[in-house]
């Protein structure tokens, strides 16, 4: 892969080079981010997509950005500092900036639970909006379905999607116990459930 640059983006891409930052959700936690200044900043481009990586002192981000399908996919979004919803606000941040520019979905590896302990993106990211993937969401359905005996009650009956389980204190008590990392997708449009359940999540949290 080569290095994208201000002078040669555009032209590689269709985008200025702050478009493409944009898309990251980087400005959602540094609301005038210079790139110049990061601890970390790798910006690469192929034919068909870009890879950025950005360290802060408040944020870590690895972002492909796919130019050509128009889906883009966070493969780390790690926040430094808690109480600020930083990872809440990076997500708010790139989900417009990326329905702005005409792109389709967003994909993430939510991580969390016994395989990637301290994390707790397998909780967070449900209640941001992100839906499981076709993977996950059968891994999701034969775990409540095993455990059903156990509480006495058809449990993906009852929780059909992890929202739904972490809407109640059982759920949240079932997710904490028995929870896993899953793969997952944003719909950008205002249509979409992702963005609706988004939308309310931001009214809940900030008003």
Not at 51 to 62: G, K, N, S
Request: with cysteine.
């Amino acid at each position: 892969m080569e290095t994208l640059t201000p002078a040669n983006c555009r032209k590689i891409t269709g985008y200025d080079f702050n478009s493409i930052l944009r898309l990251t959700g980087v400005y959602g936690a540094h609301s005038h981010f210079d790139f110049k200044k990061a601890k970390r900043f790798v910006p690469l481009y192929s034919p068909s997509y870009i890879v950025i990586e950005i360290t802060t002192d408040l944020i870590e981000l690895a972002v492909t950005i796919n130019y050509k399908e128009k889906i883009i996919v966070n493969d780390v979004v790690n926040a430094f500092k808690t109480g600020q919803d930083l990872g809440l606000k990076m997500a708010e941040n790139q989900v417009e900036e990326a329905m702005d520019k005409g792109f389709e979905e967003i994909h993430l590896f939510a991580q969390g639970g016994k395989d990637y302990p301290g994390y707790n993106g397998h909780i967070t990211w449900a209640k941001v909006g992100f839906t499981m993937g076709k993977t996950a969401l059968a891994k999701y359905k034969k775990l409540l379905k095993g455990l059903a005996q156990v509480y006495s009650k058809d449990l993906f009956s009852l929780y059909p999607d992890l929202l739904m389980l972490l809407s109640t204190s059982e759920g949240q008590k079932i997710w904490a116990d028995h929870g896993f990392a899953w793969g997952g997708y944003f719909k950008l449009n205002k249509r979409s459930k992702n963005y609706k359940i988004m939308s309310k999540y931001l009214m809940l949290k900030f008003g």
